[in-house]
T-cell receptor, first 116, second 109 residues
Framework: GAVVSQHPSRVICKSGTSVKIECRSLDFQATTMFWYRQFPKKSLMLMATSNEGSKATYEQGVEKDKFLINHASLTLSTLTVTSAHPEDSSFYIC????????????FGDGTRLSIL | RKEVEQDPGPFNVPEGATVAFNCTYSNSASQSFFWYRQDCRKEPKLLMSVYSSGNEDGRFTAQLNRASQYISLLIRDSKLSDSATYLCVVGPNDYKLSFGAGTTVTVRA
């Protein structure tokens, strides 16, 4: 159980392109979803937290107009990197969590984004 | 000071050996503790939650020391498939988690 699917797994595109990444919880209702990015050999850094039907809460230093997050249903959240530039190249990972105490976060497969 | 600190390793051990490592955290209000494993260029996968009394899951044992603010992971009878990076994850609750940069374990035949 607790499967989270993330798509696409790999994106290579030109600078200035907007990229949309989907995160789906396949077998549970994800009341909260999280978006992280990870640079090589570094820890995951939380970008934003989103609750279904609400606006996302962004971490300090993360531009909300740059990284658009939509959590329209209990099983789907999307992250759109708008007008991506080479410095946005990274590994983006979503996680999802169901309601209740002591629920762990379950991670998607991650999206490796490369901006040329 | 980082919120979560781990010895990056690598810990190189032979098959069948026992390997253990710690992770320290800075926020004394932390209530949620997890160990995740991450294989190279893959997503983190939950290994186990860490409870106050310590807990065991097969060959893996996790301990929490609140007084000294660290958690530990011990792997007994290491298998080749245990080779991975182990992420220490800590937070005041299940929503606001901080990740360590990971401890790399390599089990050799």
């Amino acid at each position: 159980g607790a499967v989270v699917s993330q798509h696409p797994s790999r994106v290579i595109c030109k600078s200035g392109t907007s990229v949309k990444i989907e995160c789906r919880s396949l077998d549970f209702q994800a009341t909260t979803m999280f978006w992280y990015r990870q640079f090589p050999k570094k820890s995951l850094m939380l970008m934003a937290t989103s609750n279904e039907g609400s606006k996302a809460t962004y971490e300090q230093g993360v531009e909300k107009d740059k990284f658009l997050i939509n959590h329209a249903s209990l099983t789907l959240s999307t992250l759109t990197v708008t007008s991506a530039h080479p410095e946005d190249s990274s590994f983006y990972i979503c996680s999802a969590r169901s309601a209740g105490a002591n629920q762990p976060q379950h991670f998607g497969d991650g999206t490796r984004l490369s901006i040329l | 000071r980082k919120e979560v600190e781990q010895d990056p390793g690598p810990f190189n051990v032979p098959e069948g050996a026992t390997v253990a490592f710690n992770c320290t955290y800075s926020n004394s209000a932390s209530q949620s503790f997890f160990w995740y494993r991450q294989d190279c260029r893959k997503e983190p996968k939950l290994l186990m939650s860490v409870y106050s009394s310590g807990n065991e899951d097969g060959r893996f044992t996790a301990q929490l020391n609140r007084a000294s603010q660290y958690i530990s992971l011990l792997i007994r009878d290491s298998k080749l498939s245990d080779s991975a990076t182990y992420l220490c994850v800590v937070g005041p609750n299940d929503y606001k988690l901080s990740f360590g940069a990971g401890t790399t374990v390599t089990v050799r035949a």
